[in-house]
């Protein structure tokens, strides 16, 4: 599949869009821009991609809208050449994301279709992140600690055994809530180890499973 003129416009009309909606961070929307995101949508939802919406991927999983996407991203103020640990790979269009920002990304899927679907599909369109089959919550303790850390499902509370894996002076975005609603929460990891709490409002996401890793 191509990345048509026409694809390229409506990307950058996106982008406008979320100037509007408090966006400001110029990387961020440098980002949404480039990545060609019909890509990674089934082809029902070809003439949507482009619109500020989520839509299915498959597995009970959605790929989140791209104002989350941005909006995630743009809290964690990220650095380049910065260590990023992702919990919920799904489509793989958040990684990129994040690759795109220059950073080096580690990123856990706890569905198998979704895990073989984009270690295959990433790096045909030329990412190459490192790919991980497993439960979020446990993170990668043999790869920490990490700069930052993004949840891109709901959970309940924060991860203690992801808040340890984050590095002193390290920033860590989650959704956190139950059942239709979620408080977008920046945990900030000071260098003496103690943290600080911030919310963001709410939003809605796919709930994050714990002990589990589904074929």
Do not use: W
């Amino acid at each position: 599949m191509q990345d048509t003129f026409r694809h390229k416009g409506l990307r950058k009309k996106l982008v406008e869009q979320l100037r509007t909606k408090s966006i400001t961070n110029e990387q961020v929307l440098a980002a949404i821009e480039k990545i060609p995101r019909h890509l990674f949508l089934d082809l029902a939802f070809l003439e949507f991609a482009y619109q500020d919406k989520p839509f299915p991927i498959g597995s009970g999983q959605t790929i989140s809208q791209p104002y989350t996407v941005a909006f995630q991203t743009q809290l964690l103020d990220l650095k380049p050449r910065e260590k990023v640990l992702e919990i919920g790979t799904g489509s793989g269009y958040q990684a990129c994301v994040l690759a795109e920002m220059g950073v080096k990304v580690f990123s856990i899927e706890r569905q198998k279709k979704l895990f073989e679907k984009a270690k295959t599909f990433l790096p045909s369109i030329g990412y190459q992140i490192r790919l991980f089959y497993g439960d979020g919550y446990k993170g990668l303790p043999a790869f920490a600690p990490f700069d930052k850390i993004l949840i891109t499902a709901g959970a309940p509370c924060i991860p203690e055994a992801l808040v340890q894996q984050l590095r002193p002076g390290g920033r860590m975005v989650v959704p956190v809530g139950d059942g239709n609603h979620q408080e977008m929460t920046l945990i900030k990891k000071g260098e003496d180890g103690t943290t600080t709490i911030e919310h963001y409002g709410g939003f809605l996401f796919v709930p994050m499973l714990e002990n589990k890793a589904q074929d």
